[in-house]
């Protein structure tokens, strides 16, 4: 009987194979007598769904497998295996000999046709296809040698040990068919065996030629036999930038590429959120199964990361980690990733830093609350950051690795400030995060911040100012600084601060003299690129006059506005002198008055015989 001319396939163990009513089940009836010659087997053939045979002996065993129903006979089964031999058959309730239903058969029922076959006398094919099937089978038959020399579980066994254990390919092909075959395959060590000598030919293989054109191979395999196979290489001492490729080679086939569904959420506003959303509500759709099986892989993969720098990519770890919060993994793992990507944060890129804002939880994926919905996550890269930094002071290294992460924050402030929804507080955090020192330039930092200005217009005069400061104006270039000069978007202190320092590096530089506010890192630094040609140095006078020449323009437009302020003054003064010169000439006069009048008074006959002045009788009158 053909492979091509097999009904059913095989179904995995555990299904409800046996448990089916004779009337679901398909009637693939073989009848076949003792001893059958060559000649004899040709009269077998197939119709439909049944088989049928010529014979003169009527069969008296019906055996079910999964959904198929065999008719044989009793005789050929008994005498090789020791299972059914035990059983204690019962009468079939169509008189039709004997019933007998085999539950979690391995292989189903396809292995079992096999075995019949064999203990009929007919050739039997093994192939790693069906080796590991007919070996579980056999054992789940009892088919020892105590029934009969050469029976099925010796025969079997031969085939493993000296055919597929000494082949590559076959060792994979019977590794992936144990897939199926739990937990027959587990006791009987097929699977131990197999992921041993895919282990010994891997290791043997690398260390010798330096191949690692297997990688592929074992990518095919299920996680926990992959695990078990990486497990046996590392005991062998294989290099860590080994196990690290191939861990990463088996990720990029088994876990979805993250960075390709948040590609296009570069940039802001609505329909970037709305994108985001819908690839999150996707995701919210998976299935239950796949889900944890997603979530398993990643958990298992990171358990077995090399713990030596660089074996693995701090790409790789971001991925990982964007993949890790997608599928709920545990919080202790998500941290250690995070603490991982921290150790060699020197070697990330912007992009990798881009990690979207989602919230898992248990099966589904639920977006934050609208008034938090900025577009990545802020804060789990402040932990990276913060793990970056202890990691560095544990190390006690200093301006290398620093200076490399501050142009890596400086260019991810830049890129997350185009968030309308980014509050200042997180942005400021990120921002003051860095030690000062860590900065050798801050142009990068400046971007940033003029960035988010532009972005967040309506910021107040008080907030705008509190953005500033974490920029040291000493550690711009001159294009910043002109630049800066002429931005109406930064507090006008700030730009005072920037023109004096300007002004003030470029006379320092005129005369031969390094700035010392800028620190010792720093004036290392300029001193290595000090002008030394004349060129260069003609330049520099351009650029100084450049700078003079605006602070001129703001020396007259701060005249200008001195002089209108003097002459709003002057009309002030002009003003109340006229009122203090006309209140002293109403005075004089008054006084005047009350001389002449008084004058008169004296001169004046008084028929009363008495003086009266004239301020008194104004007074009393």
Request: with cysteine; charged share 25%.
């Amino acid at each position: 009987m053909s492979k091509s001319s097999q009904m059913s396939q095989p179904q995995s163990p555990g299904g409800s194979e046996a448990g089916c009513s004779d009337h679901h089940a398909y009637d693939r009836s073989i009848v076949i007598p003792n001893k059958l010659d060559a000649a004899e087997s040709d009269n077998f053939h197939s119709k439909e769904l049944s088989w049928f045979g010529t014979s003169q002996i009527p069969t008296d065993l019906t055996i079910q497998v999964q959904e198929v129903i065999f008719k044989v006979h009793k005789y050929p089964l008994v005498s090789k295996s020791g299972y059914i031999g035990r059983l204690e058959l019962q009468p079939s309730i169509s008189n039709f000999g004997h019933e007998i239903k085999l539950e979690n058969f391995p292989g189903g029922s396809e292995s079992f046709e096999m075995i019949l076959k064999f203990c009929y006398g007919l050739p039997v094919d093994f192939d790693p296809d069906n080796i590991a099937a007919l070996r579980c089978a056999s054992e789940y038959l009892e088919m020892t040698e105590e029934f009969e020399d050469g029976n099925l579980i010796a025969k079997t066994e031969a085939f493993l040990t000296f055919v597929v254990l000494a082949s590559w390919k076959d060792t994979i092909t019977v590794l992936k068919s144990c897939e199926t075959l739990s937990p027959w395959a587990e006791n009987l060590q097929i699977v131990r065996r197999c992921c041993d000598s895919i282990a010994y030919k891997a290791s043997r293989e690398e260390s010798s030629t330096g191949e690692t054109w297997w990688f592929n191979d074992v990518a095919t395999l299920r996680i926990d036999h992959f695990m078990r196979i990486m497990t046996a290489i590392r005991a062998k001492g294989t290099q860590a930038e080994i196990i690290g490729k191939c861990i990463m080679n088996y990720a990029d086939k088994w876990l979805p590429d993250m960075d390709e569904e948040v590609e296009g959420l570069r940039g802001y506003g609505f329909g970037k959120n709305e994108l985001q959303f819908s690839i999150l509500r996707r995701k919210e759709e998976e299935s239950s199964a796949q889900h944890k099986e997603q979530r398993t892989i990643i958990e298992s993969l990171v358990s077995i990361l090399p713990s030596q720098h660089g074996a693995v990519s701090c790409r790789f770890l971001l991925q990982m980690l964007k993949t890790a919060m997608v599928y709920s993994a545990s919080p202790a793992l998500i941290s250690d990733l995070e603490k991982r990507v921290g150790m060699m944060l020197e070697d990330a890129n912007v992009n990798d830093l881009l990690i979207p804002n989602f919230k898992n939880e248990d099966h589904g994926i639920m977006v934050n609350s609208p008034e938090q919905r900025t577009m990545h996550n802020i804060d789990v890269v402040q932990r990276i950051l913060e793990y970056f930094l202890m990691h560095e002071q544990q190390q006690q290294q200093q301006k290398i690795g620093k200076t490399n992460v501050s142009k890596l924050m400086d260019n991810y402030l830049a890129e997350i400030a185009r968030d309308p929804n980014l509050s200042i507080t997180k942005f400021h955090v990120l921002a003051e995060s860095l030690p000062e020192y860590a900065r050798s330039c801050d142009d990068g930092l400046y971007r940033a911040i003029d960035t988010y200005l532009k972005t967040h217009p309506s910021l107040s005069e008080h907030d705008r100012r509190r953005l500033c400061k974490i920029m040291n104006c000493e550690k711009l270039s001159f294009d910043a600084c002109m630049h800066a000069a002429q931005n109406d978007r930064l507090p006008l202190r700030t730009v005072v601060q920037v023109l004096f320092s300007e002004q003030a590096k470029m006379r320092m530089a005129m005369q031969g003299k390094e700035p010392s506010t800028r620190g010792d890192n720093s004036e290392q630094e300029e001193h290595e690129h000090r002008p030394s040609t004349s060129t260069e140095i003609k330049n520099l006078k351009e650029e100084l006059e450049n700078v003079k020449t605006k602070m001129a323009e703001l020396q007259n437009d701060y005249s200008d506005l001195q002089r209108e302020y003097e002459k709003i003054c002057n009309k002030h003064k002009n003003a109340m002198g006229w009122s203090l010169n006309w209140r002293k000439i109403k005075n004089s006069f008054h006084v005047k008055a009350e001389n002449d009048e008084t004058g008169e008074e004296q001169q004046r006959p008084n028929p009363a015989g008495f003086r009266l002045s004239f301020r008194r009788r104004q007074s009393v009158s």
